[in-house]
């Protein structure tokens, strides 16, 4: 038996015998217009919308459509959002489905299963989408209306380890598993947390004791640090050669200048037993040129000096150790910004040398030692 014809449909035919398509009784007139432009007015029609197009803001229609959403109940609304957020969490569309699990907080049913149920599973969105902090967030206010939710504590604790809030992971899952000892997945967490807790606090611990030694191994040499407003990060390789034994010797950076060339070498990792000497066969391997010219410059025409704590030079002999003028005590010569710096002159120019070092800017330039955080090398914030 042929199928019944709806109302407004002919029985004309194609040749093959079969009915032709109609179109809906409102766009028969249209029926000339392209399938863009049919598209188009299908979408103006409230049924068929697949977006809002509310430019004249006089859409009856679609207003209708919009308040459909809000009939009922409160809690019946409300329970419509986070079905339809469902929905689309199954689908994995995780930014549409925090949208409707928000138009269900928005409505504030009031009932604390329904709120709690809404946050929660904002919250695994969130998480999904590794926004960790909002997951945070809506498990907290989750738990403020259900305390009970043992995934709200769970889901807490995995953003907790992801933000490396270790502690925080560990509180949140401990409070889970008392709601559940026997959660497995809880566990896993429980462990991984106190594993990172656990490496933390050993780092912390060598940290310590790695700094300790430093500050014991300067006591024991008498050497002192002075700072300046140019101090920069060479802190980092200011270090004992054995981090944890105080006889092992200290390694550090080393400058040395040319005032007369203008020129400055730049010496990677120097040992306090190395001897000025050694210190200035560098410059001269590692950039001849700079000196072909200059046979007063020399190593053996020149003389060094260095820096005192009191902003003043003494001269340095080339056959010392490093170790042997920086834990002099009279007068101290300090390790100025975490380096050992030289200052290289002929015989003929070191008295003008001598004269134009001006040693009240030298004092004006630096800093209290108060004023540096000797663990990181950085300014002491005096604000916090």
């Not at 042929?2 to 004309?12: E, W």
């Amino acid at each position: 038996m042929p199928a019944p014809m709806l109302p407004g449909q002919s029985a004309s035919k194609k040749s093959s015998g079969k009915l032709d398509p109609q179109l809906p009784p409102q766009l028969q007139q249209d029926k000339s217009k392209d399938m863009d432009a049919l598209v188009a007015e299908l979408n103006k029609t409230p049924f068929f919308m697949t977006k809002y197009d509310d430019q004249d803001g006089d859409n009856e229609a679609l207003e209708a459509l919009k308040a459909l959403a809000y009939e009922g109940e409160p809690d019946e609304v409300a329970t419509n959002f986070r079905n339809q957020g469902n929905e689309h969490y199954r689908e994995k569309s995780y930014h549409n489905a925090i949208e409707f699990y928000t138009k269900g907080i928005d409505v504030k049913c009031g009932i604390k299963d329904i709120d709690s149920k809404l946050y929660l599973n904002r919250a695994q969105c969130n998480l999904v989408l590794k926004n960790y902090r909002k997951c945070i967030n809506d498990c907290q206010k989750a738990l403020q209306l259900d305390p009970a939710l043992v995934k709200a504590y769970f889901r807490m604790a995995k953003a907790f380890l992801k933000i490396q809030k270790y502690q925080e992971a560990h509180d949140a899952v401990e409070f889970g598993l008392k709601l559940s000892p026997e959660d497995k997945e809880m566990k896993l967490i429980l462990k991984q947390a106190d594993d990172k807790i656990n490496e933390a606090r050993e780092r912390e611990e060598k940290n310590e004791k790695e700094y300790k030694t430093f500050l014991e191994a300067m006591k024991v040499r008498g050497m002192s640090l002075v700072f300046t407003k140019d101090s920069g990060d060479n802190y980092k390789k200011f270090r004992l050669e054995d981090k944890f034994d105080i006889e092992s010797q200290f390694i550090f950076d080393g400058i040395i200048e040319f005032p007369s060339l203008e020129y400055n070498c730049y010496i990677d990792k120097v040992g306090e037993l190395s001897s000025i000497v050694e210190m200035l066969s560098i410059p001269y391997m590692s950039a001849p040129e700079n000196f072909a010219n200059h046979p007063e410059l020399s190593i053996k025409n020149v003389q060094v000096y260095m820096e005192t704590i009191s902003g003043g030079l003494i001269k340095a002999g080339k056959k010392k150790t490093i170790n042997e003028l920086i834990t002099l005590q009279t007068p101290q010569i300090p390790i100025i910004d975490w380096i050992v710096r030289l200052y290289v002159v002929s015989k003929d120019g070191a008295d003008e040398f001598i004269k134009r070092w001006n040693k009240k800017e030298r004092l004006d330039n630096r800093r209290s030692s108060n004023e540096i955080n000797l663990r990181t090398g950085e300014l002491v914030d005096r604000d916090n």
